[in-house]
T-cell receptor, first 114, second 115 residues
Framework: KQEVTQIPAALSVPEGENLVLNCSFT??????LQWFRQDPGKGLTSLLL?????REQTSGRLNASLDKSSGRSTLYIAASQPGDSATYLC?????????????FGQGTTLQVKP | EAGVTQSPTHLIKTRGQQATLRCSPI?????VYWYQQALGLGLQFLLW???????NRGNFPPRFSGRQFPNYSSELNVNALELEDSALYLC??????????????FGSGTQLSVL
């Protein structure tokens, strides 16, 4: 059974700092690993999707990496801004067959202080 | 282009009643997913519909059910509501069945409160 864990649960940093959010998963048989952002009381916004054959994806100040052998993914945020404050969720997709199901971690709540 | 829309935004029911939640996917998307986000439990997969068919369901009792209409919109029904059903219910859509690397686009959710 796939389990997804995110550490730390919460993080507070000053504006401008580079930071790394961690995600680990127990079953390496995944189709993809996705990172989402959730603002309070809102839905999720897809940030990056890394296919199982890929090692990393980049979008603007965000870079996500995937290491299936170690069961880890990281989300790197460069030059953090107060507008980056949100909860970041990682989710593993797939498995031995396409179930249409994502397994989510509990999230890391990020606060970027001006 | 309109995103995924969900209605109502908030829903208050009493224990034992039925709740109906609605979702309209992004135009052109045929797959619709439902997730429950309860306090302390994180996001849990509920249901997946594609082309009007239920493709998969999560570990939820049968009183959670739904359907997908010919226009790909979807409805989630929760019967015999219990206090622990209080949660944010999120709907997502994606382009195609079998497209495992299609991104999911989420709506803003329906906050269901059971009193």
């Amino acid at each position: 059974k796939q389990e997804v864990t995110q550490i730390p649960a919460a993080l507070s940093v000053p504006e401008g700092e580079n930071l790394v959010l961690n995600c680990s998963f127990t079953d390496s048989a995944i189709y993809n690993l996705q990172w989402f952002r959730q603002d309070p009381g809102k839905g999720l916004t897809s940030l990056l999707l890394i296919q199982s054959s890929q090692r990393e994806q980049t979008s603007g100040r965000l870079n996500a990496s995937l290491d299936k052998s170690s069961g880890r993914s990281t989300l790197y945020i460069a030059a953090s801004q107060p507008g980056d404050s949100a909860t970041y969720l990682c989710a593993s997709g797939g498995g031995s067959s396409n179930t249409g199901k994502l397994i989510f971690g509990q999230g890391t709540t990020l606060q970027v202080k001006p | 282009e309109a995103g995924v829309t969900q209605s109502p935004t908030h829903l208050i029911k009493t224990r034992g009643q039925q709740a109906t939640l609605r979702c309209s996917p992004i135009s052109g998307h045929t797959s619709v997913y439902w997730y429950q986000q309860a306090l302390g439990l994180g996001l849990q997969f509920l249901l997946w519909y594609d082309e009007g068919e239920e493709r998969n369901r999560g570990n939820f009792p049968p009183r959670f059910s739904g359907r997908q209409f010919p226009n790909y919109s979807s409805e989630l029904n929760v019967n015999a509501l219990e206090l622990e059903d209080s949660a944010l219910y999120l709907c997502a859509s994606s382009l195609a069945f079998g497209g495992v690397n299609e991104k999911l686009f989420f709506g803003s959710g329906t906050q269901l409160s059971v009193l």
